[in-house]
């Protein structure tokens, strides 16, 4: 995509050649290419078209019913944040009185649009050209260009003085190579900008990597992790009068509002250790990250059968969004010949294949236990008191 690209596409022959293209999204391509041909359409348009059409296809997922009339560039939908994301960020930032809020680095605008949407003047920044035209084209596209305005420039020489809030998603992958970067001061703007912010605009909100090191959280700041539909897709750091308490993990259902559950604590506790007991709980991504697992345990009942792997052990199975539950039918200090030997004589032909803190690699194994029966299985590789082990479970409803 390029500016004489996206200038062809909002044009009404372009309109066109992307309705058309959605028509034959999703088939086989050389196909698609001759429809829009046989069409009239030119050969430059049409595979625009077609790119956009595969873009706003995969953008559902994250976007819904508005991808369809949104613009995206490959690596600009993959860091997009999703829309369930952006919008609880949105709705926190308005409960919390912000009315004007300027967006460092916004990207296609995925968070721009949510906190428009809630009725947040937003004034986004983004260095590249053509993700800028992109960002506002896609605030004309869902009638928001009034409370959305972009401007191609640093990020770092916007006069913040002029909002009441900042949101900045530092990039964190290298121009031109998708290369992730793992310094923070390599990132764009880099790291020690980003965190001066907080010292200028009281009300601050970093989007950062779910691995960010905790030693690089500000103090003060609320570091919250979230999953969605059990997938862990970010951390963000509230500062100032928005951060509420020092860890939270949020967990969110795609396409559900008001679907939140929220842990928090101060990451800063240990969870008992125990043997390994009858049910076996393995913990959403988020509270891992967040280091809540000592708080879960202690809803649970529950203990670490080793200290540096996040399995909570338990007497009882509990209802929980946090964890997903397995009762643990037989404990293996880990050998090939009798793992494969128990399922043999159990009749396992399917197993789903968990682990944390193992080096074994799930689909190798798989083909090394030659399974050949009718019954399911789940198997959890681990480790307990530090010695390497099998739990072989069956799931909890």
Known sequence: MDLEQLAALRTAEGSAALDAAARVAGGDPLAAAAALRSAGVPAGLAAAALTQAELRRKAAGKFGPAAAGMFFTRPGLEQATRQVVARRRAQRLRAAGVTSLADLGCGLGADALAAAREGIRVYGVEADPVTAALAEANARAAGLAELFTVECGDATAFDVTRVAAVFCDPARRRAGTGRRIFDPNSYSPPWDFVTGLVERVPYTVVKVAPGLDHALIPAGAEAEWVSVDGDLVEAALWCGPLAGTPRRATLLVEGHRAAAHQLTGSGAVDAPVGPVRR?????????????????????????????????????????????????????????????????RERRVGRVEILKRGSALEPERLRRDLRLSGDQPASLVLTRVAGAPTVLVCRPVS
């Open 279 to 343: 049910f076996v709980y393995d913990p959403d991504a988020a509270v891992v990250r967040a280091h809540l697992i000592a708080e879960l345990a202690a809803d649970l009942d529950a203990t670490l059968a080793d200290p540096t792997i996040a399995y909570l052990y338990a007497d009882e199975a509990a209802s929980t969004p946090y964890a997903r539950c397995l009762e643990v039918t037989d404990v293996l200090a880990f050998s090939l010949k009798r793992l494969r030997a128990l399922l």
